[in-house]
């Protein structure tokens, strides 16, 4: 059980290897001081700090950090050691930091074994104007260690907390690991650049990002993906694209933050693309944001991004293709697609505000003359009128100006972009897809059509879905025409849908590695057998579609016991213990034409799957008009709302509330007679079977 301590309280330890795991609302520094039996530091070399990182049996942080763990090896200890003092401090370097423990949240300290198991627990309260603190302290009394609380503060820093230690030339020891931490502040990743001025809308080419152990600029401020993935690109929650815009610029989102993103009003299933968590950018409490990977805290700083041709002076820089920030060229052209999204919102947003306020303030104009009973009539009206009428063709004038020349960036950038993306982003008829090989990894993400918005209808953006999926997707078979204006007969539409579903299960299969992915279908009346055949003949489906009502509960049986069984070896800890033939590949399963062939049984199971599913590798794409499964009542509602509605004709239904925009969904289509999707598909099939050998 965990001791709990209060200010003055000790507690045994049991064990002499442990861990002293400190957390803080804010970067501190942590460090410890060895001392003798009357708790005296002899020495720098009784310190270990960022600057010095090492002692006998002692290992501390680096740098600072919001989160620290200190290594302590009690038996390592020289005999001459009877007291081990931790101490935290707040980091002078840090521009715009706080300066005193009273503005930052108490600091939680626990010491533990190597295990994790907590033995004791300090929450150091009660600080004000401390800015340096002796939180808690190990000591020896009669060959035993104990553990005390301390909260001892001092106002005047490292310097006077060492003084008091009786440290000889505390001050100059307080420098040196004060001028250590600035050095590991400046190893943060940085954060990306500004935003140019509006005068020249291009962005500017990222400089590679270093990882804490390499040198390079120290951090200032925070701004948004990102995402993206952070966060370019439309993504989706599990995940969906368009990600949010951030002002302040593109940088990801992290790849691994997504929440489910708001629904169209006029239809639930619709996303909201731009709906994903914002970083907030630092206060005077909180210091700089350091954005390194903690996965990547050794790793070499990626390759420079390419860098665009000189120009000449006044031009705006060419596009290049990958000039964002990432640690590869996928997760750069991923952020480069969200930047654009992002800068396709706001000039689209820019350009309507400025037309609104063009026209509300030619009927203001209007209105005060015709509140003058002697302007109504004359020239005198009459001259007012059309000078308010010309001010307002002034402004939409100069607001298209600055929309045309965004968008002729725009589509600049999308023309090197479009050409230079990987298989998983790129659209059916580009030239990657016939040097197509089956990958060695998942990418980061993978595209399930694109977006536009009336202003620009030739710019696309595409739509990211980032992997592995966290949210099914509905294909949905229920309109009856397109927005376009084109008639399409509900047969036709049912296989167009089908057909869309397709395509995303292929380019699914496609982009992962051989055995990393599986596709079941359940076709209950066998209607879907023509569009269903690419996937078939190839042999890349983990078993025959499934038809009648036996096959329906077959399938769903089985996947969900799949779904049991994993999580009950997850929670269990025996994730490595599953039984024999238990398929852990990710698995797709594709409903066509629901709900025909479900009973109330086989719909509470899709429930159950479409519920627990994603988190252990189990995703659902419907395909079905809604209106039809309404049949089933309020039951199916939430399953719609939980899944991401894509159309199989350009559709208006993606919100984006950020800047109040429609965006029009364009679904990912193979182009008419193409081989390519036969093409990846046989080379997938190949590579199963030789997987499977």
Sequence with gaps: MTAELVRGQNHPLSQVRLEIRISAGAPIVAGATLGDEQGKVHGAGWVAHPGAPTLQGLEVSKQAASDHRLAVDLDAMPEAVHRISVLLALPVASAG???????????????????????ASYTVTGLEAESAVVALELYRRQGAWKVRAVGQGYAGGLTELLTDQGLPQARQLADSINEAVAQGLARSFPPPPPRTADADRSRQPAAPAPGPDQSGPASHGASAPQGAT??????????????????????????????????????????????????????????????????????????????????????????????????????????QVWGMFEDLARTAAAFRSAVDFADSRMEKELDQVLSDPRSRIGGQGDAA?????????????????ALDRDLAQLAAEAEVVEPALPPAYARWDNPVWHGYRVPMETPMALRVGDLHLPEAPELRIPVLVRLPLERGLWIDSGRADSLDGSFTDSYELRRLALDTAVAHAARL?????????????????GSGAQALAPLVQSGVLAA???????????????????????????????????????????????????????????VTQLRYLADEGPAVGVHLMMVADREEAAG???????????????????????????VGHAWTYE???????????????????????????
Excluded at 509 to 525: C, E, M, Q, R, T
Excluded at 544 to 568: F, H, I, K
Excluded at 676 to 685: G, H, I
């Design 230 to 335: 952070g966060s370019v690109q439309p993504q989706p929650t599990g995940h969906y694209g368009p990600q949010a815009p951030h002002a302040g610029g593109r940088t990801p989102d992290g790849p691994d933050q997504s929440a489910p993103l708001p629904t169209h009003p006029g239809g639930a299933g619709a996303v909201d693309p731009a709906a994903v968590s914002r970083p907030s950018a630092p206060t005077a409490d909180t210091g700089p944001i350091s954005y390194s990977h903690p996965r990547r805290q050794n790793a070499a700083p990626p390759p420079p991004p390419p860098t665009a041709p000189p120009t000449p002076p006044g031009q705006p820089a060419r596009p290049v293709a990958g000039d964002a920030t990432g640690w590869s060229m996928e997760e750069r052209l991923y952020n």
């Design 509 to 525: 299969l496609a982009v992962h590695p051989a055995g990393d992915f599986s596709v079941h279908v359940i076709d209950a009346a």
């Design 385 to 401: 009128r059309e000078a308010a009428r010309a001010k307002r063709v002034q402004l939409v004038d100069q607001a298209q100006a």
């Design 632 to 658: 089933y009542g309020p039951l199916l509602d939430p399953l719609w709302r939980s899944l991401l509605r894509l159309t199989p004709v350009p559709d208006d239904h993606l919100a984006d509330p950020w």
């Design 667 to 693: 679904p990912s289509l193979v182009p008419l007679g193409s081989q390519v999707l036969q093409q990846v598909l046989a080379q997938v099939a190949a590579a199963r079977r030789s997987w499977n050998r």
């Design 97 to 119: 930091g706080p300066v005193r423990f009273g503005s930052v949240a108490a600091p939680f300290v626990a010491v533990t074994g190597l295990d994790g198991t907590q033995v």
């Design 544 to 602: 025959p579609p499934a038809v009648g009502a036996a096959g329906v509960a077959d399938v769903l049986a089985r996947l969900t016991q799949r779904v049991d069984l994993v999580q009950m070896a997850v929670r269990g800890g025996a994730a490595d213990s599953l039984p024999p033939g238990v398929d852990t590949s990710e698995q797709l399963l594709i409903v066509n034409d629901f709900p025909h062939g479900f009973d109330d049984r086989a």
